[in-house]
Protein backbone atom coordinates (compact mmCIF):
# COMPACT_ATOMS: atom_id res chain seq x y z
CA UNK A 1 0.00 0.00 0.00
CA UNK A 2 1.51 3.33 -0.97
CA UNK A 3 0.36 6.51 1.29
CA UNK A 4 0.27 9.86 -0.43
CA UNK A 5 0.32 12.90 1.74
CA UNK A 6 -0.35 16.34 0.69
CA UNK A 7 -1.79 20.02 1.28
CA UNK A 8 1.48 21.19 2.58
CA UNK A 9 2.78 24.49 2.16
CA UNK A 10 3.69 27.99 3.71
CA UNK A 11 1.14 29.61 5.56
CA UNK A 12 1.77 32.62 8.62
CA UNK A 13 0.84 32.12 11.90
CA UNK A 14 -1.94 32.35 12.81
CA UNK A 15 -3.19 30.44 9.57
CA UNK A 16 -5.09 26.69 9.31
CA UNK A 17 -4.18 24.43 7.12
CA UNK A 18 -5.83 20.91 6.25
CA UNK A 19 -3.48 18.12 5.30
CA UNK A 20 -4.84 15.18 3.30
CA UNK A 21 -3.49 11.48 2.81
CA UNK A 22 -4.72 8.99 0.22
CA UNK A 23 -4.39 5.15 0.65
CA UNK A 24 -3.38 3.57 -2.65
CA UNK A 25 -5.75 0.67 -1.82
CA UNK A 26 -8.66 -0.33 0.51
CA UNK A 27 -7.42 -3.98 0.28
CA UNK A 28 -4.88 -3.83 3.41
CA UNK A 29 -4.74 -4.51 7.31
CA UNK A 30 -5.75 -1.38 8.76
CA UNK A 31 -7.32 -0.17 11.83
CA UNK A 32 -5.33 2.74 12.62
CA UNK A 33 -4.17 5.83 10.73
CA UNK A 34 -2.41 8.60 12.07
CA UNK A 35 -0.20 11.83 11.36
CA UNK A 36 3.49 12.39 12.85
CA UNK A 37 5.90 14.83 12.03
CA UNK A 38 9.40 15.63 11.35
CA UNK A 39 11.43 18.84 12.20
CA UNK A 40 14.69 19.94 11.31
CA UNK A 41 17.63 18.39 13.61
CA UNK A 42 14.55 16.66 15.82
CA UNK A 43 12.88 13.23 16.02
CA UNK A 44 10.12 12.02 14.75
CA UNK A 45 7.04 12.82 16.91
CA UNK A 46 3.17 11.32 16.68
CA UNK A 47 0.76 13.69 16.81
CA UNK A 48 -2.70 11.94 16.52
CA UNK A 49 -4.46 8.88 15.16
CA UNK A 50 -7.59 7.79 14.39
CA UNK A 51 -9.85 4.75 14.51
CA UNK A 52 -10.60 3.45 10.48
CA UNK A 53 -13.92 1.75 11.90
CA UNK A 54 -15.24 3.67 14.74
CA UNK A 55 -13.59 7.09 14.61
CA UNK A 56 -12.22 7.06 18.28
CA UNK A 57 -9.18 9.40 18.26
CA UNK A 58 -5.85 9.87 20.21
CA UNK A 59 -3.94 13.17 20.29
CA UNK A 60 -0.58 13.56 21.52
CA UNK A 61 -0.75 16.18 24.28
CA UNK A 62 1.08 19.13 23.08
CA UNK A 63 -1.06 18.89 19.80
CA UNK A 64 -4.42 18.61 21.19
CA UNK A 65 -7.23 21.08 21.04
CA UNK A 66 -5.61 22.32 17.87
CA UNK A 67 -5.07 19.74 15.73
CA UNK A 68 -7.87 17.71 14.26
CA UNK A 69 -7.45 14.27 12.67
CA UNK A 70 -10.46 12.96 10.53
CA UNK A 71 -11.31 9.88 7.92
CA UNK A 72 -13.12 9.79 5.03
CA UNK A 73 -13.94 6.10 4.69
CA UNK A 74 -15.66 6.25 1.52
CA UNK A 75 -12.25 8.26 -0.48
CA UNK A 76 -10.04 6.27 1.56
CA UNK A 77 -8.61 9.33 3.12
CA UNK A 78 -7.41 10.45 6.34
CA UNK A 79 -7.12 14.21 7.10
CA UNK A 80 -5.12 16.42 10.00
CA UNK A 81 -6.62 20.03 10.20
CA UNK A 82 -3.83 22.62 11.63
CA UNK A 83 -5.76 25.60 13.89
CA UNK A 84 -3.45 28.70 14.90
CA UNK A 85 -0.49 27.95 13.11
CA UNK A 86 3.14 28.48 14.84
CA UNK A 87 6.39 28.25 13.50
CA UNK A 88 7.24 25.38 16.01
CA UNK A 89 4.65 23.64 13.55
CA UNK A 90 7.00 23.61 10.96
CA UNK A 91 8.25 20.16 10.06
CA UNK A 92 7.56 17.49 7.55
CA UNK A 93 4.07 15.73 7.83
CA UNK A 94 3.63 12.32 7.51
CA UNK A 95 0.53 9.55 7.41
CA UNK A 96 1.17 6.13 8.32
CA UNK A 97 -0.65 3.08 9.09
CA UNK A 98 -1.39 0.20 11.08
CA UNK A 99 -2.99 -2.83 11.57
CA UNK A 100 -3.77 -1.84 15.19
CA UNK A 101 -5.42 1.10 17.02
CA UNK A 102 -4.24 2.03 20.27
CA UNK A 103 -3.55 5.09 22.72
CA UNK A 104 0.00 5.77 22.13
CA UNK A 105 2.49 8.41 21.86
CA UNK A 106 5.12 6.07 20.79
CA UNK A 107 3.31 4.64 17.78
CA UNK A 108 5.72 2.91 15.04
CA UNK A 109 3.42 2.56 12.03
CA UNK A 110 3.54 -0.61 9.53
CA UNK A 111 3.18 1.29 6.38
CA UNK A 112 4.32 5.01 5.88
CA UNK A 113 3.74 7.45 3.26
CA UNK A 114 6.17 10.42 1.95
CA UNK A 115 5.93 13.41 3.64
CA UNK A 116 4.22 16.83 3.29
CA UNK A 117 6.28 20.18 4.30
CA UNK A 118 4.94 22.60 6.48
CA UNK A 119 6.69 25.69 6.97
CA UNK A 120 4.31 28.67 9.30
CA UNK A 121 6.18 31.95 9.06
CA UNK A 122 6.27 34.97 11.69
Known amino acids: VQLQASGGGSVQTGDSLTLSCEAS????????MGWFRQAPGKEREFLAVINWTNGRTYYAPSVKGRFTISRDNAKNMVYLQINTAEPEDTAVYYCAADRLFYSSLYYNMDYWGKGTQVTVSS
Open 25 to 32: TRFFTREA
